[in-house]
């Protein structure tokens, strides 16, 4: 291999050697699956020893981050549009909201709701009802 850092033929073939030499020494194999194990424990720690791929690059963002916030909505950065609720749109576009805060980078706690709109959500919520607990039905008299 020409990278200076990585290993040189030889110190793998001993590598490879001395791991399939523990295993083998330890576990029951066939004569003729030996070749086989070889191959892979010398291809693994080939790969092992390859040049990492770097990450790709983020995308730039159509919108600067910062303003993709406002209280009747959030941008996307997947198109620039404007939504109440990112859900949705995420998983049109195959993304989990998690998936999409760490594409673009964003903090853990980056809203996929506009909060207009969640207020409005709970206030329709609170008028129907919900978050109460239930109450009992009296008991029918029997006296009658």
Avoid: C, F
């Amino acid at each position: 291999m020409s990278n200076e850092t990585s290993m040189p033929h030889t110190d793998l073939i001993d590598l490879t050697a001395k791991v399939v030499s523990a295993y083998v020494s330890e576990n029951h194999v066939q004569a003729a699956e030996l070749p086989a194990l070889i191959a892979s424990t010398y291809a693994s720690l080939a790969k092992l020893d390859a040049p990492a791929e770097p990450e790709p690059a983020r995308p730039e963002p159509p919108v600067p981050i910062r303003k993709t916030v406002s209280p009747d909505h959030i941008i996307s950065l997947e198109d620039g549009k404007p939504y109440k609720s990112l859900k949705r749109h995420l998983t049109t576009r195959g993304l989990s909201p998690e998936q999409y805060r760490q594409k673009w980078g964003l903090p853990h706690d980056y809203p996929m709701v506009a909060a207009n709109y969640a207020a409005e959500r709970s206030e329709i919520a609170r008028a129907s009802g919900l978050g109460r607990s239930r109450t009992k039905a009296k008991p029918i008299d029997q006296a009658a």
